[in-house]
C-alpha cells in the first residue's frame, strides 16, 4: 500500500509577510489537486498536514512560545498560539471538506509531547484509526506541552517525519512525503534549484541553506532539509516543490515529473 504525507507550508496557504492572512483560492485549488489525486489513485492513503504561516508564527514569536513558558502570561500566549493554529486549520478543513475530502483535524497538542523542545512521547492513534477507517487525518504545526520546560512548538515537518517512520516502522507502506511552499526548491548559492539532494552532496548544499524570510520560529528550509534528509535514510523519498504551480502537488503524488527538490537515500 502507498501512503503520501502532504505538506501544505504555511508560505503556500498563507501570506507570511501579512499577519493573519489566508489564501482561501491556494486552498482551494490544493484541494481540488489533491481531490483529482484520490480519484486517479484510490488505493493511496493520505495524510495531511498545514503549516501555520503567518497564523501561529505571529503569536508564537510574540510570545516566545517554542523557548517554552513560565508565567501567568507565557501559558496564556501558548494558548493563543494553540487558537490561532486552530483558527487557519479550520480555515483549511472547511475548504478540503467543501471539495468532497473527507478530512478529520487531529491537534497535535493532543497526541506529542516534548522534553527540552525535543519529541519524547507520541501517541498516533487517532492517525492510524483514522486512516484505517478511510478517512484523511489533517495534522498541523502545533503547541505542545513539554515535561522540560512547560510548552514548546512542533513544527509540521517534525510531525510528518514521525508520522513517516511511524508507519514505515509498521512495514505495510510505500511512503513518500511532500513539502509544498512558496518557493521552487532548494536552491543552491547561484539561486538556482537543487534537483537532488542524497547524503552524498548535503555538504555542498548546506552552505546556501538558510531561515526563511519571513516571521517564523521553527528553522526556515535548513531545518527542513535536514529533516527530511534524516527520514530520506531509511529509504523515504522527499520533495520539495513549488506548491504555486498547478499541478505541481500532483505530479509529485503520483510519481510524474515534478519541477523541484527530491531528497533520497542515494
Ligand atoms: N537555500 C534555500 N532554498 C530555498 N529557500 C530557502 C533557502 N534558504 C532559505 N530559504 C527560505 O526558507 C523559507 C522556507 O521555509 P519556511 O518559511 O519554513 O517554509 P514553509 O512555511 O513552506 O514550511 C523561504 O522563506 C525561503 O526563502
Ligand atoms: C505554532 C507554530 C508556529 C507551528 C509552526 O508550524 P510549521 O513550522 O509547520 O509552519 P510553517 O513553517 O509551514 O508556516
Keep these: 500500500m502507498e501512503l503520501a504525507l502532504i505538506k501544505l507550508g504555511g508560505s503556500l496557504i498563507t501570506d507570511k509577510d501579512k499577519p493573519y492572512t489566508a489564501r482561501p483560492e491556494v486552498m482551494q485549488r490544493l484541494a481540488r489537486e489533491i481531490n483529482y489525486i484520490r480519484n486517479q489513485n484510490p488505493n493511496l492513503k493520505l495524510i495531511i498536514g498545514n503549516g501555520a504561516g503567518s497564523f501561529g508564527h505571529q503569536s508564537a514569536k510574540k510570545y516566545n512560545t517554542i523557548e517554552g513558558f513560565i ?5 496564556l500566549g501558548f494558548c493563543l498560539v494553540h487558537q490561532d493554529v486552530l483558527d487557519l486549520n479550520l480555515l483549511l478543513a ?3 471538506l467543501q471539495t468532497g475530502l473527507p478530512v478529520v483535524s487531529l491537534p497535535p497538542l493532543t497526541m506529542a509531547i516534548a522534553k527540552n523542545k525535543k519529541l519524547l512521547e507520541s501517541n498516533f492513534s487517532s492517525v492510524e484509526n483514522s486512516l484505517a477507517a478511510d478517512l484523511i487525518p489533517l495534522v498541523f ?5 513539554d515535561k522540560a520546560i512547560g510548552g514548546t512548538i512542533l513544527s509540521t515537518d517534525t510531525l510528518l517525519a514521525e508520522l513517516a517512520k511511524y508507519f514505515l516502522f509498521q512495514n505495510k507502506y510505500k511512503i513518500i512525503l511532500i513539502n509544498a511552499g512558496d518557493y521552487p526548491g532548494v536552491r543552491d548559492r547561484n539561486g538556482k534549484v537543487i534537483s537532488l539532494i542524497t547524503k552524498s552532496n548535503y555538504s555542498e548544499v548546506e552552505a546556501a541553506l538558510g531561515l526563511s524570510h519571513s516571521v517564523d520560529v521553527t528553522g ?10 534524516a527520514i530520506s535514510s ?6 520539495i516543490i513549488d506548491g504555486n504551480i498547478s ?9 510524474k515529473p515534478t519541477s523541484g527538490t527530491l531528497i533520497r537515500e542515494f
Design 94 to 96: 472547511k475548504i478540503l
Design 71 to 75: 508565567s501567568p502570561y507565557e501559558k
Design 234 to 239: 531509511l529509504g523515504i523519498d522527499c520533495w
Design 141 to 145: 504545526g502545533d503547541v505542545v506541552l
Design 247 to 255: 499541478d505541481n502537488l500532483v505530479q509529485a503524488v503520483l510519481g
Design 220 to 229: 526556515g528550509m535548513k531545518k527542513k532539509v535536514e529533516e527530511f534528509l
